[in-house]
């Protein structure tokens, strides 16, 4: 298998992380945090005339017909540069919904706005409840005359305070885990009975609390088949968490980058502390986990389209599994070889630590996702 990048790819990987070195110093970066959407919008200008925000969507809706190689770039430049813009929530999530299962006046409408820049989406699944399980739905959709009445709440909807539309999952039928009798709908954030309490999460980015009371959608406004959603509710979480595994490997890559100017830097005795044996063994301990973290961010971005379903969730939630072991092991690495400074938010190693801290629930937990791994045999079928 050929894992050499094409011109096209080694163009836009070059771009993008030269954005970020420009665009995205840490000082840069602390100042984005105090606008009031909790980001830059220049930037999400930025991203839009330089195509990512219509990366992944057809051309005829203003996209450049990416695949998951050139997500896995950009998310890992995002995660170097601790990015705070909604990407994820609205490209990968909310336009991933709408692109494999909106309509072609759906898609018409919606994508060539986020591919411009014009429309922030967030996709409200979650619930308090449900834990990692896509299944569980409690949030209702009766038919009325003109077409479906929402009712329930959502939790933790990231970037949810300044989406302009939301993409809510709602039961119409069934038990609260049953599989069938999903629903997915397209709603405006601004529809009467929608209302949103916004919060920081730990990692300095922005959700939101979405409570729906009567919200009245029209047919039109279903995405895909009523009923029959949760399957595409499973490629696109898949798709995130492949792209949340790269942006994990860009994190990971700059903390260790950062560790290793620092340990040459400080000085202890008189000597730099990388002089240091015993820090040197550790410094390697992290280069050979943020390496098996790299290869199966890679693994779980060839298999993300994989037809067979159940192949390709295996491979995510095995990928899953070590990007969150990794993060976890080298986020405590690197902020232990600072010492005191590694604790302060003056300082960026810290911010790194707590954005991989708050992956590591993200779409499911490690302990979910070995478990859903066991569940199917695990990567490899033993042998008889």
Sequence with gaps: MDFDFSDEQRMLKESVDQLITDRYTFEQRKQYMK??????????????????????????????????????????????????????????????LINLGGNDAQRAAILPQIADGSLLLAYAHSEAQSRYNLADVATTAKRDADGWILDGEKSFVAHGNCADKLVVSARISGDRSSRDGIALFLVDAKTPGVSRKSYET???????????????????????????ALPLIERVADNALAAVAAEAVGAMAAAHDVTLEYLRARKQFGVAIGSFQVLQHRAVDI????????????????????????????????????????????????????????????????????????MESLLGDTDHHLAALARAGGLIEASA
Aim: net charge neutral; aromatic share 8%; glycine share 14%.
């Design 287 to 358: 280069l050979v986990s943020l390496e098996q973290a790299r290869s199966m961010a890679l693994y779980a971005t060839m298999m993300v389209n994989d037809p067979d379903p159940a192949e390709r969730s295996k491979a995510v939630s095995a990928a899953t599994v070590q990007i969150r072991r990794s993060g976890k092991f080298i986020g405590q690495q690197v902020v232990q070889l600072h010492g005191g400074i590694g604790m302060t938010l003056e300082y960026k190693i810290g911010h790194y630590f707590k954005r991989l801290t708050a």
């Design 202 to 228: 730990q990692d300095g980015q922005r959700a939101a609390q979405i409570k729906l009371s009567g919200v009245k959608v029209s047919s039109n406004d279903a995405i895909g088949d009523p009923g029959k």
């Design 35 to 96: 606008e009031e959407a909790g980001y830059s919008r220049s930037q999400w200008e930025q991203y839009a005339e330089m195509g990512l925000l219509g990366l992944p969507f057809d051309e005829k809706y203003g996209g450049v017909s990416g695949g998951p190689v050139e997500t896995m770039i950009v998310m890992e430049a995002f995660g170097r540069g601790l990015v705070l813009e909604p990407y994820l929530a609205t490209v990968v999530l909310g336009g991933g």
